[in-house]
């Protein structure tokens, strides 16, 4: 079976800094793209940034200028650098993966559980 782990969350002061990262594991045959969403109490999971594997790169409106997004494809881990972080930043990320898996004709896509970062004013 396939996995995505999250680390990286916390607290932390408003203007402060954070890195996320996400690891995927299991019978992976290759990875289309990977990124990062975000859920707030009483609202909708929102995209942050995303990465495909050619190098293709989306933020949020957000997040540019503040967040930056990259990944290792040798050990098939996606991060998330966050600064200048506020408080209007602290939600749940989650890591999501479009993966290709051996005897599939469409992509896998897997979510993390999820790692809180929580940003004080």
């Known amino acids: 079976q396939v996995q995505l782990v999250e680390s990286g969350g916390g607290l932390v002061q408003a203007g402060g800094s954070l890195r996320l990262s996400c690891a995927a594991s299991g019978s992976i045959f290759s990875i289309n793209a990977m990124g990062w969403y975000r859920q707030a109490p009483g609202k909708q999971r929102e995209l942050v940034a995303g990465i495909t594997s050619g190098g293709v790169i989306n933020y949020a409106d957000s997040a540019k200028g503040r967040f930056t997004i990259s990944s290792d494809n040798t050990k098939n881990t996606v991060y998330l650098q966050m600064n200048s972080l506020k408080p209007e930043d602290t939600a749940v990320y989650y890591c999501?993966?479009?993966?290709?898996?051996?005897?599939?004709?469409?992509?896998?896509?897997?979510w993390g559980q999820g790692t809180l970062v929580t940003v004080s004013s």
């Open positions: 999501n993966a479009q993966l290709n898996i051996r005897g599939l004709s469409r992509y896998l896509e897997v």
